[in-house]
């Protein structure tokens, strides 16, 4: 049971497959206020991917030391916080009013799932006519990446930087021409928690005008960042991301390029492609126009040719751009290298002089099947959407038009597009008759993936404006609902080893609901039965919950925050058991009132930590010793820790995220680091970490090269397995990723660890599902310096299982979760798999095997509202 569990959960969190956690974006640049000639807005897009509503909240900072930057949005009022619901598939577009004095900063946005974010960063002229624009996507924050410079002829670059940290940042910038050479190098005034700051590289670099090259940032934290560059005149802005160095990204798809002569002017691409590995690399352009055949365009100093190949030494980097010549055509391109690089466009018009005009960024366009982009077409406004199909056979594309509040407006006529091939269109094209309309497109590709770029087009002054692709499809209102009373539906020993059909219909079930008070906040609830388990959903603002059950007796329990237990600082989570079983042979109602629980101050420090000083976050988990009470506390710099229990005797162990070490990322959890007694009193209790050991080593699969995101995991033998339903258990594995095919990781010295390795199929922006080897871990015995390499068998090849889940009338169920695992794969002993998907609208699944026999496939309808 131990390990069957890590390999889903895990990938699930690591990938974000989950559309129901809640997220943080960080926008490293937004503008407010008039200047002399004019004044900037910043126009906020949000959209939600969910089938649910989502709850969102944007904050914003200015200054170094992180002050308030209050804005107006007209409709939400004047402050630095704002906060709004999207109800599914819903979306808005919220511009602030360019009153007051000029003032810059940043934004983080907190949603309570995935949605698609972005900002748009507008120039208007003194009489509050529209002069420019340029999107400013979100960022990741990062420790160590680069950000592509331009300060060549009328073009300079300016770089934002924001810390959404709790601690203070120190940042280091290096200055490197295309040649990979370093030409500067300057440390940054310290970037305080919630700090900004923007300059130009000029600014920070004087003499530096005249360069292309790339700028490294290294920070202690993580930061976000984002390059904007800037031509003067006319004015633009063009966004140019950050690449961290930890990637492993080899492949870019970009859907949109262009090149040619139009009536009035042409277009040009540049492609900004620059080296973050630490050896030199051979990069491949490769042209396609939009019927799949060789885009031939004319590069000076490279040539003429559909397919561009040449050496990028250690850092250097090369700025190509086609001459616009010739007759108009568009396309795509793909760009592969084999070294990890970074990689974009910059899509320009020149007018009949050729004189520039506009630019805009175009970013690599991850191939998705499941996908919604934004939607403005008011005013001057249209929005252009770019398709390219990356595959070797073809691809169809559903489109949803939702309205801003989530409903289907319009279904355009479903697109095939054949293999390699683009296209390009307005909205207004695909669905004809629309007009003064925002909301957003909800995208569904079928028998491959596709790749898309939105571009928000204004018509005078002409600007070109990228906009956000998100992953995730919502189907909006309006649209046939799932059914609402259904039980989830095993399948067990399926033959995987070929494509096949497995159609499902699930049962209705019973309701057990009710309402949960007392003195506490519910936070899950289940329903027990022998060894099923049916778990229900609560709703935190009402307290009411409901459960879907068979037929049957069946005993309640409630994982809870006591009352008066939970700060920002620290979370309790208690258990109740309702005494009584509830019989159900029909829609039953069982009210539930939790019992007080008496808690009590609990305090003290963590020595021996030093190693983990630059951690990212610490957490302390208490762990009561029968798994019915546990405290989660966020551990300060200082290793100090406050928070309140109930009685009992409790394990700690302390959690640590990593970010930025040798691996870009290790998530440490040492269990077991000292023990407590609460008992009628406050108590102050210190701990310690033991001694460290390093687990490091080689990880391979054989006879082919190793997946990004690939983690490795360690669990602690010595940490007890709770029995059946918990509401706290002690946490006991930890992570590392060994994307470039080494890993290393902190353990307790002196103990055993069962060490596994689980490699993701599909792509990480469209997961399938994770091998995971050996199947019962690796028993290893860690010192001061242990070293394991592990080599996975070759992974079989693919079983693609499809079919439709229906409810009792034959009504296709959207939504359904639907998993498989299995660990007798054919031809790879001791490796096992777990693979994962979700039913559309009509019912329809696509579930990804990898060829094997005795999988298990569980069918989970969505849980009904309370």
């Known amino acids: 049971m131990r390990r069957q569990l890590v390999p889903l959960l895990v990938f699930a969190c690591l990938c974000m497959a989950s559309a129901a956690q809640a997220e943080d974006y960080y926008i490293p640049q937004v503008a407010n206020g008039s200047f002399e000639n004019g004044s900037f807005r910043t126009t906020f897009v949000l959209f939600n991917v969910n089938n649910v509503s989502t709850e969102v909240e944007i904050h914003l900072v200015q200054g170094p030391n992180g002050d308030s930057f209050n804005v107006t949005i007209p409709g939400l009022g004047t402050g630095d916080e704002f906060r709004l619901t999207l109800p599914a598939g819903a979306s808005r577009i919220l511009q602030t009013d360019g ?489 039953t109602t069982r009210n539930i009132t939790l019992p007080a629980r008496q808690l009590f101050g609990v305090s003290g420090t963590i020595s021996g930590a030093g190693s983990f000083a630059t951690a990212f976050t610490r957490t302390l988990e208490l762990t009561s010793l029968d798994n019915s009470s546990g405290g989660t506390f966020t551990v300060g710099s200082d290793w100090t820790y406050s928070g309140n229990l109930p009685d009992g005797s409790y394990t700690a162990s302390i959690e640590v995220l990593v970010i930025g070490g040798a691996t870009g990322f290790e998530f440490v959890n040492v269990y077991g680091i000292g023990s407590v007694v609460v008992s009628g009193s406050a108590v102050t209790a210190n701990f310690a970490v033991p001694d460290l050991g390093q687990l490091s080593g080689a990880v391979s699969i054989t006879g082919s090269s190793l997946p990004e995101s690939t983690v490795v995991t360690a669990t602690d033998k010595t940490a007890p397995l709770p029995a059946g339903y918990t509401c706290c258990a002690p946490p006991s594995t930890t992570l590392a990723l060994a994307d470039a095919g080494a890993y290393q990781m902190r353990l307790a010295a002196g103990r055993s660890y069962d060490v596994s390795v689980m490699v993701p199929v599909g792509s990480a922006q469209s997961p399938s599902g994770a091998a995971y080897y050996p199947l019962s871990g690796t028993s290893t015995a860690v010192s001061s310096s242990t070293t394991l390499n592990l080599t996975l068998p070759a992974l079989p090849g693919q079983a693609i299982v499809t079919g439709k889940v229906s409810n009792g009338s034959g009504q296709g169920v959207k939504d359904v979760t639907v998993t498989a695992m299995s660990q007798e794969l054919s031809g790879a002993s001791n490796l096992g798999y777990d693979g994962f998907t979700t039913t559309d609208a009509s019912g329809n699944y696509r579930l990804v095997l990898l060829k094997g026999v005795n999988y298990q496939i569980i069918f989970t309808p969505p849980s009904p509202t309370p």
């Open 99 to 587: 009153t007051g004095a000029l003032a810059a900063g940043a934004a983080r946005v907190s949603t309570s799932a995935r949605i698609g974010v972005s900002a748009i960063f507008s120039v208007f002229d003194a009489s509050g006519n529209f002069q420019t624009e340029a999107g400013v996507g979100s960022s990741e924050a990062l420790t160590d990446f680069v950000i592509p410079v331009d300060v060549s002829g009328s073009f300079n670059t300016g770089v934002a930087l924001y810390n959404p940290g709790t601690e203070t940042a120190a940042v280091t910038l290096i200055l490197s021409d295309t040649s990979g050479q370093e030409v500067g190098r300057n440390t940054l005034p310290t970037l305080n928690a919630g700090g900004h700051t923007a300059q130009f590289v000029t600014q920070l670099f004087p003499g530096s005008s005249g360069l292309r090259g790339t700028l490294r940032v290294q920070s202690t934290l993580p930061i976000a960042a984002v390059g904007l560059r800037q031509n003067d005149p006319p004015l633009s802005y063009t966004s140019l991301p950050a690449f961290s160095r930890s990637s492993v990204r080899k492949s870019f798809s970009l859907a949109q390029v262009a090149n040619g002569t139009f009536d009035g002017g042409s277009f040009q691409t540049t492609f900004l492609l620059f080296n973050i590995s630490n050896t030199s690399t051979t990069v491949t352009l490769s042209l396609t126009k939009s019927d799949g055949t060789p885009f031939t365009v004319n590069i000076p100093g490279t040539g003429s040719n559909s397919t561009f190949t040449f050496q990028l030494a250690v850092g250097a980097s090369v700025f190509l751009q086609t001459d616009g010549l010739g007759s108009l055509a568009a396309g795509a391109a793909n760009i592969s290298s084999t070294q990890p690089i970074g990689a974009a466009a910059v899509f320009t018009v020149l007018d009949s002089q050729a004189k520039f005009q506009t630019e805009a960024g175009v970013g690599d366009s991850v191939p998705q099947n499941q996908l919604t982009l934004p939607v403005d077409v008011t005013g001057s406004f249209n929005t252009g959407v770019a398709f390219f199909n990356p595959n070797s056979g073809p691809t169809t594309i559903t489109m949803k038009l939702l309205g801003q509040n989530g409903t289907v407006v319009s279904t355009a006529a479903p697109l095939t597009l054949p293999a390699k091939n683009q296209t390009a269109q307005y909205v207004t094209q695909l669905f004809p008759g629309t007009s003064e309309f925002r909301g957003s497109v909800s995208i569904t590709a079928t028998g491959g993936t596709v790749a898309a770029l939105t571009l928000r087009q204004h018509a005078g002054p002409l600007s070109y404006t990228t906009l956000p692709v998100a992953q995730g499809a919502s189907q909006g209102s309006g649209t046939q609902p799932s059914s609402s009373i259904l039980l989830w539906k095993q399948v067990t020993g399926y033959n995987g080893t070929s494509d096949s059909t497995l159609n499902q219909t699930l049962q209705n079930g019973f309701k057990i609901t009710g309402t949960i008070s007392g003195s506490g906040k519910g936070q899950t609830i289940v329903a027990r039965s022998g060894s099923d388990i049916f778990t229900g959903v609560i709703d935190d603002s009402t307290g009411k919950y409901v459960i879907v059950v068979p037929a049957g007796t069946y005993s309640l329990v409630v994982c809870f925050e006591p009352s008066g237990s939970t700060t920002s600082d620290a979370q309790v989570t208690s258990t109740y058991a309702d005494p009584s079983s509830v019989q159900v042979a029909s829609d």
